[in-house]
T-cell receptor
Framework: DAKTTQPPSMDCAEGRAANLPCNHS???????VYWYRQIHSQGPQYIIH???NNETNEMASLIITEDRKSSTLILPHATLRDTAVYYC??????????????????FGKGTHLIIQP | NAGVTQTPKFQVLKTGQSMTLQCAQD?????MYWYRQDPGMGLRLIYY???????DKGEVPNGYNVSRLNKREFSLRLESAAPSQTSVYFC?????????????FGPGTRLTVT
């Protein structure tokens, strides 16, 4: 899987849009961009994923640049409950994943998003 | 629809004891996974099962065994617990089809080995 780079922490005011950047300059053509988050002491939660087009669901929007080397996760109206560590993960689309025999997700350090009241 | 459930939520073991962590999903997913998360660290894959009847090692399989009992259930066994296995264990599942392999996680089991 391609490596990703995220800022270690970010602040955002409650009610504003939170924009979380991710760089994945070595992404290859068959790799998707996935976003997960982990609220303290809970299991990770899937948010959204995309290949090259922008995607939106009930939780967030994902904007992927045309060259696919970076992306931004947008939480349109952040609430205090959105305080969490957000992980950007790039991984192949094929099943089963053939990289090193492991089909799991590789979680980096992520971005600790703190929503301020 | 409970998603992914794990039992127990908490467990304390003495070194050398054995136990089995249980995981079940009700989403009819093909693939299931076991991860561990040490304090301040990211998740590391222990074992996974791409489909019913198959299991494969992940990044940190030593000291663990798994059983894919049926499509719903995937258990993780510690045969002889060691303090280094003190961690939070997460089970996850996914559809396991191309482009639809986002993973859904359970609430975790917090294991302490003394």
């Amino acid at each position: 899987d391609a490596k990703t780079t995220q800022p270690p922490s970010m602040d955002c005011a409650e009610g504003r849009a939170a924009n979380l950047p991710c760089n994945h300059s070595t992404i290859s053509g068959n790799e998707y961009v996935y976003w997960y988050r982990q609220i303290h002491s809970q299991g990770p939660q899937y948010i959204i994923h995309g290949l090259k087009n922008n995607e939106t669901n009930e939780m967030a929007s994902l904007i992927i640049t045309e060259d696919r080397k970076s992306s931004t996760l947008i939480l349109p109206h952040a609430t205090l409950r959105d305080t969490a560590v957000y992980y950007c993960i790039v991984r192949v689309a094929s099943i089963p994943y053939s990289g090193g025999g492991a089909d799991g997700l590789t979680f980096g350090k992520g971005t600790h998003l703190i929503i301020q009241p | 629809n409970a998603g992914v459930t794990q039992t127990p939520k908490f467990q304390v073991l003495k070194t050398g004891q054995s136990m089995t962590l249980q995981c079940a999903q009700d989403m009819n997913h093909n693939s299931m996974y076991w991860y561990r998360q040490d304090p301040g660290m990211g998740l590391r894959l222990i074992y996974y099962s791409a489909s019913e009847g198959t299991t494969d090692k992940g990044e940190v399989p030593n000291g663990y065994n798994v059983s894919r009992l049926n499509k719903r259930e995937f258990s993780l066994r510690l045969e002889s617990a060691a303090p280094s296995q003190t961690s939070v264990y997460f089970c996850a599942s996914s559809e396991g089809v191309k482009g639809r392999n986002e993973q859904y996680f359970g609430p975790g089991t917090r294991l302490t080995v003394t």
